[in-house]
């Protein structure tokens, strides 16, 4: 039998171990469950070529049946809809033909792929009004690593995505949850490689041929999975790097709300960016102090930071296990995929615009934004370097959003400068930044008058950056445009 080819749409959440049992001894799931113990087999190449062109390939053991299973995995939020091959297979082995992309990716040597890791799960399933619902438990075991799984996995059988999030809606009032952004799959090869550390932003998969539309789902999903990567490991151990990239994927979401603002015709981005704005803020308070231990030599100073710093972490640790803040990322990801914005009249042609089009008309804005305020840039005062700096932040962001529609060697090189340029124009602005903010941030910490403190705010120093971001603006202005 030849693999079947489809596609599914899923919503993932996470959860802990209590709201588990909680859910379960609720009367929200219909009936008792179906309680299937699986073991899966992943595989791959040496070279994890399957994985890095973002397909998987399991056998999975379901009692004695046996099922081999191909999905083209990508980022997602939440929100999974992508293409699977499915077959019944007669042993632990899978079979590579034609009927599945692997064949046309490894050619004519399947026999390099081998087994990497294996994931023993109990399923149990639930089936509701046009959702199949399942409760996860189990393990991810590579060689002598392993993780646990505990998650839920919400399918579309019937209807359309607003299905899976109201279903969403009702499991989050019962218990806590949020959004998973991780296949199984790729936990397994996570597991197989250093230890975890913070997530940067990753390269987004835009074509040539996609819309506005499409370009804009796939970026904002991008950025919600880059924040939820960074949110875990914040939350598991106060890890500063994770801290920064948090705040990096609310700015980039923020910044592309407003890259794409005429997409929409009614407040709801608004709404969602004063909200992002409101958990950037509430990160702030400790990345400032992690940033101003850095200035800081050992000894009692750094003692008083460091300590106002740990209650700084214990207060984000609440923020983000917050009501407020996981529902907040569940209305983003059912925006995202389901919002008015895709179907409103009035925003039609602009949502079937070519996306690489519409790239060059905002980067070329928001250059030319960058370029007017940082004119004259010695004689600014300190609100308008800061008002520029979050100028330059958008153009940077954009730049690397729309990358991948700029793909010709020339515009390649062109975007290298561009970008350095723009990164060290950002760097000076930042410099001067937080030397401005160190006296406020002393002071709440009552630390103003201690001799340590002159050294950060030193005004000499000021001086100095502000030339050095005039010498980087001027670099800027001359570097060439790549979208041209």
């Given at each position: 039998m030849t693999a079947a080819a489809s596609e599914e749409a899923e919503l993932k959440l996470e959860l802990a171990p209590e709201s588990a049992a909680f859910l379960e001894s609720s009367s929200l799931l219909p009936g008792d469950p179906q309680i299937v113990q699986q073991?899966?087999?992943?595989?791959?190449?040496?070279?994890?070529?399957?994985?890095?062109?973002?397909?998987?390939?399991?056998?999975?053991?379901?009692?004695?049946?046996?099922?081999?299973?191909?999905?083209?995995?990508?980022?997602?939020?939440?929100?999974?809809?992508?293409?699977?091959?499915?077959?019944?297979?007669?042993?632990?082995?899978?079979?590579?033909?034609?009927?599945?992309?692997?064949?046309?990716?490894?050619?004519?040597?399947?026999?390099?792929?081998?087994?990497?890791?294996?994931?023993?799960?109990?399923?149990?399933?639930?089936?509701?009004e046009g959702v199949e619902i399942t409760l996860d438990r189990g393990r991810i075991v590579a060689g002598n690593r392993e993780t646990s799984i505990l998650e839920m996995e919400l399918e579309l059988k019937e209807g359309n995505a607003s299905t899976l999030f109201a279903m969403a809606r009702r499991i989050a009032e019962v218990a806590p949850v949020r959004i998973g952004v991780s296949s199984k799959a790729e936990r397994g090869f996570r597991l197989m490689g250093p230890a975890a550390s913070a997530t940067k932003a990753g390269?987004?998969?835009?074509?040539?041929?996609?819309?506005?539309?499409?370009?804009?789902?796939?970026?904002?999903?991008?950025?919600?999975?880059?924040?939820?990567?960074?949110?875990?490991?914040?939350?598991?151990?106060?890890?500063?790097?994770?801290?920064?990239?948090?705040?990096?994927?609310?700015?980039?979401?923020?910044?592309?709300?407003?890259?794409?603002?005429?997409?929409f015709s009614d407040e709801t981005p608004r709404r969602f960016n004063a909200e992002l704005r409101w958990l950037a803020a509430e990160l702030g308070k400790a990345r400032d102090l992690d940033v101003l231990a850095g200035h800081a030599e050992p000894g009692p100073f750094l003692d008083r930071i460091l300590t106002a710093r740990d209650e700084a972490y214990e207060a984000v640790g609440e923020v983000l296990d917050d009501a407020r803040t996981r529902r907040l990322m569940l209305d983003?990801?059912?925006?995202?995929?389901?919002?008015?914005?895709?179907?409103?009249?009035?925003?039609?042609?602009?949502?079937?615009?070519?996306?690489?089009?519409?790239?060059?008309?905002?980067?070329?804005?928001?250059?030319?934004?960058?370029?007017?305020?940082?004119?004259?840039?010695?004689?600014?005062?300190?609100?308008?370097?800061?008002?520029?700096?979050?100028?330059?932040?958008?153009l940077r962001y954009a730049a690397d959003f729309f990358s991948a529609l700029f793909p010709e060697k020339r515009e390649r090189r062109r975007r290298k400068h561009f970008v350095s340029a723009l990164e060290d124009l950002q760097d000076r602005l930042g410099a001067l930044n937080d030397l401005v903010g160190a006296p406020e941030l002393l002071a709440r910490l009552g630390l103003s008058d201690a001799p340590e403190a002159a050294g950060i705010v030193a005004g000499g120093r000021k001086a100095d950056l502000v030339d050095a971001a005039d010498e980087a603006y001027e670099t800027f202005v001359d570097a060439k445009r790549f979208w041209r």
């Amino acid at each position: 039998m030849t693999a079947a080819a489809s596609e599914e749409a899923e919503l993932k959440l996470e959860l802990a171990p209590e709201s588990a049992a909680f859910l379960e001894s609720s009367s929200l799931l219909p009936g008792d469950p179906q309680i299937v113990q699986q073991y899966a087999v992943y595989f791959d190449t040496p070279a994890h070529d399957l994985s890095k062109a973002g397909l998987s390939l399991r056998v999975r053991r379901n009692g004695e049946e046996r099922i081999q299973t191909v999905k083209a995995d990508g980022p997602a939020a939440g929100m999974f809809i992508r293409p699977e091959w499915e077959r019944p297979v007669p042993g632990d082995e899978p079979i590579i033909d034609h009927t599945t992309p692997i064949l046309a990716l490894l050619g004519t040597n399947p026999a390099a792929i081998g087994p990497v890791f294996i994931v023993e799960n109990e399923r149990r399933l639930w089936r509701g009004e046009g959702v199949e619902i399942t409760l996860d438990r189990g393990r991810i075991v590579a060689g002598n690593r392993e993780t646990s799984i505990l998650e839920m996995e919400l399918e579309l059988k019937e209807g359309n995505a607003s299905t899976l999030f109201a279903m969403a809606r009702r499991i989050a009032e019962v218990a806590p949850v949020r959004i998973g952004v991780s296949s199984k799959a790729e936990r397994g090869f996570r597991l197989m490689g250093p230890a975890a550390s913070a997530t940067k932003a990753g390269r987004v998969p835009l074509a040539r041929d996609m819309t506005v539309a499409d370009s804009f789902r796939l970026i904002a999903n991008a950025c919600l999975r880059h924040f939820r990567l960074n949110e875990a490991l914040v939350l598991e151990s106060r890890d500063e790097a994770a801290l920064h990239q948090a705040r990096v994927a609310i700015r980039r979401l923020r910044s592309a709300l407003v890259l794409f603002k005429k997409l929409f015709s009614d407040e709801t981005p608004r709404r969602f960016n004063a909200e992002l704005r409101w958990l950037a803020a509430e990160l702030g308070k400790a990345r400032d102090l992690d940033v101003l231990a850095g200035h800081a030599e050992p000894g009692p100073f750094l003692d008083r930071i460091l300590t106002a710093r740990d209650e700084a972490y214990e207060a984000v640790g609440e923020v983000l296990d917050d009501a407020r803040t996981r529902r907040l990322m569940l209305d983003l990801a059912e925006w995202i995929a389901t919002g008015d914005w895709l179907c409103s009249e009035e925003c039609r042609d602009l949502r079937e615009m070519p996306a690489r089009e519409f790239a060059a008309v905002v980067l070329e804005r928001f250059r030319r934004k960058v370029k007017k305020g940082g004119k004259r840039l010695k004689k600014l005062d300190d609100h308008s370097r800061h008002e520029l700096r979050k100028t330059a932040k958008k153009l940077r962001y954009a730049a690397d959003f729309f990358s991948a529609l700029f793909p010709e060697k020339r515009e390649r090189r062109r975007r290298k400068h561009f970008v350095s340029a723009l990164e060290d124009l950002q760097d000076r602005l930042g410099a001067l930044n937080d030397l401005v903010g160190a006296p406020e941030l002393l002071a709440r910490l009552g630390l103003s008058d201690a001799p340590e403190a002159a050294g950060i705010v030193a005004g000499g120093r000021k001086a100095d950056l502000v030339d050095a971001a005039d010498e980087a603006y001027e670099t800027f202005v001359d570097a060439k445009r790549f979208w041209r």
